[in-house]
C-alpha cells in the first residue's frame, strides 16, 4: 500500500486497533511513534478512532499503577488506613500513624557501617546536624543516620556516648561563640592560626628560608 511505512502493515494495524479496543495500549507492538503516525498521515480514517483510543488507554494505565497501594486497608503491621490512624504525605502517599509513632520511639538501630562513618565524620570534626541531617545541594553532604537512630544507639551504648560527648565538645562551645559572640570567636581563630605558624617556625632551622620571612597577616573570612 502506498504511504505505508516499513514496518507497520495493514495487518499489523490492524491487530493494533483490536487491542485498542480492548482497552489495551501499544506497547507489545514495540511500534515506534514515528512509524505509528506515519500511517496515521496515511490512514486518516483509521488515525481519528485510534488517537482518542490511545490517549484514554494511557491515562487508564497510568491509574492502574498505583491501584493495588489505594486498595489497601491496613498497613503491613495491620493496622487501618482510616479516621485518625490515616495521614497524608505531599505526594498523595498514606502514612499509618501508629508505625509513624512506634518508629519515632524505636527505630530501627544504624547499621555498623553507619557507626563507622559517624566515628569517622566525628574525628574530621564534623557536627552532629551534619551528620544526621546533612546539607543541601548538589555538593552537599549526604545524611549518614538519623538523630532518632543515633540517639537510641548512644543510650545503648554508653562508651560511644561519651566518645559523642567528647568529639562535639568543641563543636559546641564554637557554635555558642558564633551565635553570641562572633567576635571572640574571631580573636580565638586569630590567635589559633598566629600558635601554628609559630610552632612551624620553631620546628625550622634557623639558618632555612622559612625561618627569615616575615610573619603573614590572618584575617576573618
Known amino acids: 500500500m502506498p504511504n505505508t511505512p516499513k514496518g507497520l502493515s495493514v495487518e499489523k494495524a490492524a491487530r493494533m486497533m483490536i487491542a485498542l479496543r480492548k482497552g489495551q495500549t501499544l506497547r507489545i507492538f514495540g511500534a515506534g511513534s514515528a512509524r505509528i503516525e506515519a500511517y496515521f498521515l496515511a490512514h486518516p480514517d483509521y488515525a481519528r478512532e485510534a488517537r482518542p483510543l490511545i490517549e484514554a488507554n494511557r491515562m487508564a494505565a497510568k491509574r492502574r499503577k498505583g491501584e493495588r497501594?489505594?486498595?489497601?486497608?491496613?498497613?503491613?503491621?495491620?493496622?487501618?488506613?482510616?479516621?485518625?490512624?490515616?495521614?497524608?504525605?505531599?505526594?498523595?502517599?498514606?502514612?499509618?500513624?501508629?508505625?509513624?509513632?512506634?518508629?519515632?520511639?524505636?527505630?530501627?538501630?544504624?547499621?555498623?557501617?553507619?557507626?563507622?562513618?559517624?566515628?569517622?565524620?566525628?574525628?574530621?570534626?564534623?557536627?552532629?546536624?551534619?551528620?544526621?541531617?546533612?546539607?543541601?545541594?548538589?555538593?552537599?553532604?549526604?545524611?549518614?543516620?538519623?538523630?532518632?537512630?543515633?540517639?537510641?544507639?548512644?543510650?545503648?551504648?554508653?562508651?560511644?556516648?561519651?566518645?559523642?560527648?567528647?568529639?562535639?565538645?568543641?563543636?559546641?562551645?564554637?557554635?555558642?561563640?558564633?551565635?553570641?559572640?562572633?567576635?571572640?570567636?574571631?580573636?580565638?581563630?586569630?590567635?589559633?592560626?598566629?600558635?601554628?605558624?609559630?610552632q612551624i617556625l620553631a620546628c625550622c632551622h634557623r639558618g632555612s628560608p622559612i625561618g627569615t620571612r616575615s610573619q603573614p597577616r590572618f584575617s576573618w573570612l
Request: hydrophobic share 30%.
Open 69 to 198: 497501594l489505594r486498595n489497601l486497608t491496613h498497613c503491613v503491621h495491620g493496622h487501618p488506613f482510616s479516621g485518625a490512624n490515616l495521614s497524608f504525605r505531599p505526594n498523595g502517599k498514606r502514612d499509618c500513624l501508629t508505625c509513624v509513632r512506634r518508629r519515632a520511639v524505636t527505630p530501627p538501630p544504624p547499621t555498623q557501617t553507619q557507626i563507622e562513618q559517624v566515628t569517622a565524620a566525628l574525628n574530621m570534626g564534623k557536627t552532629l546536624g551534619l551528620i544526621c541531617q546533612g546539607s543541601p545541594g548538589d555538593q552537599g553532604v549526604k545524611r549518614i543516620v538519623s538523630f532518632s537512630k543515633l540517639g537510641l544507639y548512644r543510650k545503648q551504648n554508653p562508651g560511644f556516648d561519651k566518645f559523642v560527648i567528647s568529639a562535639t565538645a568543641h563543636n559546641n562551645s564554637r557554635g555558642q561563640l558564633k551565635r553570641h559572640h562572633p567576635e571572640q570567636l574571631r580573636l580565638q581563630i586569630v590567635r589559633s592560626q598566629n600558635d601554628d605558624f609559630q
